[in-house]
């Protein structure tokens, strides 16, 4: 595979994950005109920026490296909010389990939740900016093409399989606290290494890593997860 390859999520695109994402674009796109131009020099020149000495590209980047921990992005109130809004929903709705068709999660939504708002403006302010830095991508190109909340549980979905993601960047953010289970965490395979989050911390990691959620054994992990990538990143090159 290339530098310049994009991959579908986990392997696949579904229908309605098209679908949403379609509508996300089309809204970004009538905010503002976007040249592609310098868009597509940056998204390239990031794509290859792992070849480059940091002092020539003049950033360091996130590409193919260690994830980051780009630290606290939401309160433990905050994080409650959130908690109490999947509770509520889920208690109506139930757990959504066929979303991603090559590597399924036990998930909703956040675009369903009362505090979907509050959640993707939060992740916008705080996250395009520290990306631009680790990317040297301007932060007017950056979109959301999946924010959704994993619940791992003992008698249910316990783990995640080795996979990438098909974006330029991946959060991964836990929301309750580890007292509430044993086990669980985030592995990278090429630096045999397992992240244990401090609730709230959002870390971020280059998409094309592969990654497992490690299982846990008892209690429940919920994880909030955002596939993050240009505007026109994937779709364009799925339609070419």
């Not at 131009?37 to 020539?56: A, F, G, K, N, W």
């Not at 996130?62 to 309160?75: D, E, V």
């Not at 985030?186 to 959002?202: N, S, W």
Request: net charge negative; with cysteine; glycine share 8%.
């Amino acid at each position: 595979m290339s530098d310049t390859d994009d991959l579908d999520l986990f392997g696949d695109v579904s229908t309605t994950e098209q679908a949403e994402h379609d509508k996300l674009q089309a809204q970004r796109r009538n905010q503002a005109p976007v040249d592609r131009s310098p868009l597509d020099y940056q998204r390239r020149r990031y794509l290859q920026s792992h070849h480059v000495p940091p002092t020539e590209l003049g950033f360091e980047t996130l590409r193919n490296r260690h994830p980051l921990n780009f630290g606290q992005i939401f309160s433990a109130p905050e994080r409650q909010a959130i908690l109490d809004s999947v509770s509520a929903y889920v208690e109506h709705q139930g757990w959504t389990t066929q979303r991603h068709g090559a590597f399924p999660t036990r998930d909703i939504p956040t675009n369903v939740l009362s505090i979907a708002h509050t959640i993707t403006s939060r992740l916008e302010q705080t996250l395009f900016s520290r990306l631009h830095e680790h990317t040297g991508i301007d932060i007017k190109y950056w979109t959301f093409r999946n924010i959704f909340i994993i619940g791992y549980h003992e008698a249910h979905q316990r783990s995640l399989n080795m996979h990438s993601d098909g974006s330029l960047a991946s959060l991964t953010l836990l929301l309750n606290e580890p007292c509430e289970f044993d086990g669980g965490g985030t592995f990278f395979e090429k630096f045999a290494l397992r992240i244990e989050q401090v609730p709230g911390d959002a870390w971020i990691h280059d998409g094309r890593l592969d990654h497992s959620g490690v299982a846990i054994t008892r209690g429940k992990r919920l994880v909030l997860v955002a596939f993050i990538d240009t505007i026109g990143g994937y779709t364009d090159i799925l339609r070419s």
